[in-house]
């Protein structure tokens, strides 16, 4: 099993900035990639950035292309996510996910840590 605690969620105002921490624990030598999904009220959970365990490949959604910058820390088991620019389009719950594949992949999830960004 892995467990994940996020934190760094508050409230910005549009333009500022935050950085979301991700701290796995448990089975955590059998993630293969870890992520931040979100989930603005009445819309589907969508991936905002994923990164491999391995070589570090990153995935970002198109709408924060440029704005969000996913990455680890191998040494603390942690992964972040640093968002510049916001804006009010970005407030929702975000999650941290971790994936382990083998055969059929395996999802982890945090509880969730909720971003505003007031205009």
């Known amino acids: 099993q892995v467990q994940l605690v996020e934190s760094g969620g508050n409230l910005v105002q549009a333009g500022g900035s935050l950085r979301l921490s991700c701290a796995a624990s448990?089975?955590?030598?059998?993630?293969?990639?870890m992520g931040w999904y979100r989930q603005a009220p009445g819309k589907q959970r969508e991936l905002v950035a994923s990164?491999?365990?391995?070589?570090?490949?990153?995935n970002y959604a198109d709408s924060v292309k440029g704005r969000f910058t996913i990455s680890k820390d191998n040494a603390k088991n942690t992964v972040y996510l640093q968002m510049n620019s916001l804006k009010p389009e970005d407030t929702a719950v975000y999650y941290c996910n971790a994936k382990r594949w083998a055969g059929l992949v395996f999802d982890y999830w945090g509880q969730g840590t909720q971003v505003t960004v007031s205009s």
């Open positions: 448990g089975s955590i030598f059998s993630i293969n990639a």
């Open positions: 990164i491999t365990t391995g070589g570090g490949s990153t």
